[in-house]
């Protein structure tokens, strides 16, 4: 009796949820190839999927009384709610995101990958000497890839060509590859101390990765998505016991000013799609 009580009491969360579960599954469907029938030039599924997006948009646009009183920013709110589904979410029914955005979205999260790195760079001294150099053979070559990553996404906002978007797909997939590979040395860290301090330095890195192949595959088509996934021989099921989602939300949540419950769902939607495709 409680869930109905709450269903009365909060109908506009109530509404948002179900049409952000529809949005979600008319996605997983899409790409499993499952189409419930044709409905002009398109299926019934990506059908239903725009239809609930629209929906969104308009109740997020809605100015109830009960918003009046926080004003603009609950508004802004479900917009950045929808915003963020767009953007990690890689939903047939919109086409993914284009290469540009992605792109751009990758060079936006420059200096979050940058302090992110750096901080990872300063954590060896800070460990015992043996589980140090276990450490920094792990990722010594961080520095070289986000760098070369995030230069490959402005030469891809340079000339956005096929090639040009090939090696971005493959420059995402091995710095996301070394950092999975990096999380997996610091848990056989023996010292417990150091064990810890390793694994939590490294969630910023793997966090952004993470969001960035998400990214990517959602501007790639389905070859180059197996491709990618094919190149990805550390799978997200081996690193999935030492990430530490709270802190990856909290980090999401601040870089596209979202709240953390939102980007609490949008992680766990990215994950499952990242894992369908193989990765």
Same mark, same amino acid.
């Given at each position: ?77 479900? =917009? ?6 767009? =953007?990690? =979410? ?37 460990? /015992?000497?043996? /589980? ?10 961080? /520095? ?23 090696? =971005? ?74 990430? /530490? ?35």
């Amino acid at each position: 009796m409680n869930v109905f009580a709450n269903i009365w009491k909060h109908p506009r969360t109530t509404v948002t949820g179900v049409l952000i579960s529809v949005t979600t599954v008319a996605g997983v469907l899409s790409q499993q190839g499952l189409t419930l029938g044709h409905a002009g030039s398109g299926t019934v599924v990506t059908l239903i999927g725009a239809v609930a997006s629209a929906l969104l948009g308009l109740l997020a646009r809605d100015p109830s009384a009960a918003s009046s009183a926080q004003g603009s920013s609950t508004t802004n709110v479900k =917009l950045g709610a929808w915003a963020l589904i767009a =953007l990690l =979410l890689p939903a047939p029914f919109v086409s993914g995101c284009s290469g540009v955005t992605v792109a751009q979205d990758i060079v936006n999260w420059t200096p979050a990958l940058q302090s992110s790195v750096a901080t990872v760079d300063s954590t060896a001294a800070l460990l /015992d000497p043996a /589980d140090a150099a276990v450490f920094i053979g792990a990722t010594v070559g961080f /520095d070289a890839l986000s760098s070369a990553l995030v230069a490959q996404a402005k030469a891809y906002l340079a000339n956005p060509s096929a090639s040009v978007l090939a090696m =971005l797909q493959a420059q995402i997939v091995g710095f996301e590859q070394q950092v999975k590979g990096a999380l997996l040395a610091a848990a056989h860290i023996t010292n417990a101390k150091s064990q810890q301090h390793a694994l939590t330095v490294l969630q910023a890195v793997a966090t952004i990765a993470s969001t960035m192949l998400a990214l990517v595959q959602s501007a790639s088509g389905k070859a180059a998505v197996e491709r990618m996934a094919a190149a990805s021989t550390v799978k997200l099921a081996a690193v999935e016991p030492y990430l /530490d989602r709270e802190a990856a939300a909290v980090l999401i949540a601040r870089h596209y000013d979202e709240p953390v419950a939102v980007a609490r769902v949008q992680l766990a939607q990215a994950e499952d799609v990242e894992m369908q495709a193989g990765f």
